[in-house]
């Protein structure tokens, strides 16, 4: 099973992820953890050229392309091959992200997005997406308390929204597996939702 978070920056994803990784193994399910992007030696080429040079105008373009190559080799070395040996993994940031920041965020053609995107998975959709939904200004102020800032999180208040709203469209379109969350709560609540929605889906697949 293959399941990935999503949400503005500081919404709650590596927390929630970190959870729900827990709360599997405490279970006897044998579960990795990993994120987008900088998996390998590859990934972390790429996520330094990506979000720590501030100096790099990065063409929209050439950033789609960069997220995109980090993706198609994370999938083929490191997800497929858990997969395949029967675990369950988790993924910080997957496609969506890149639909939404390169499609909405960027403005790049979005058919085109959507088609680069999605061959860089190499036909590995998620199982289940949660995407954590909360206020813009609310994800930003808990980034200052936990440091930690990239060059994406420094974008205007207006990219941020767009990229929200981009996330609200994709789950809309696809309600089945993309399930949205109310990030503005007590994690431990946010949590109990989630496991309880693996949980069910697991009892499902087996
Ligand atoms: N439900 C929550 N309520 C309050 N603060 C939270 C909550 N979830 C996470 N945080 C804090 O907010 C910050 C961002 O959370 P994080 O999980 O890193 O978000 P993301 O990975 O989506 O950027 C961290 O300091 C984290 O401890
Ligand atoms: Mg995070």
Same mark, same amino acid.
């Given at each position: 099973m293959f399941i990935t978070f999503e949400g503005v920056e500081g919404s709650g994803k590596s927390t929630q992820a970190k959870l729900l990784v827990e709360f599997l193994s405490e279970r006897g399910y044998k579960v990795t953890l990993t994120r987008e992007p900088g998996w390998g030696r590859l990934g972390e080429l790429i996520r330094k050229m990506i979000l720590d040079e501030r100096d790099l105008d990065l063409d929209? +373009?050439?950033?789609?392309? /960069? +997220? !995109?190559?980090?993706?198609?080799?994370? &999938?083929?070395? +490191? $997800?497929?091959?858990? /997969?395949?040996?029967?675990? $369950? &993994? $988790? !993924?910080?940031?997957? +496609?969506?992200?890149t639909l939404v920041y390169q499609g909405h965020g960027r403005k790049l053609d979005k058919r085109l997005v959507n088609k680069i995107a999605t061959a860089s998975t190499l036909d590995l959709i998620p199982n289940i997406t949660f995407l954590l939904n909360l206020p813009v200004r609310t994800g930003l102020t808990r980034l200052q308390t936990r440091g930690d800032i990239t060059k994406m999180d420094e974008e205007p208040l207006e990219f941020h929204e767009t990229i929200r709203q981009g996330y609200m469209l994709l789950a809309r379109r696809e309600p089945e597996r993309i399930k949205k969350i109310n990030g503005d709560r007590d994690s431990s609540e946010i949590h109990e939702e989630i496991s309880g929605i693996v949980i069910n889906s697991i009892a499902k697949e087996s």
């Open positions: 929209p +373009f050439s950033e789609l392309c /960069l +997220f !995109c190559a980090d993706r198609a080799q994370h &999938v083929r070395d +490191f $997800i497929k091959p858990k /997969l395949q040996d029967g675990e $369950i &993994v $988790i !993924c910080d940031r997957y +496609f969506d992200s």
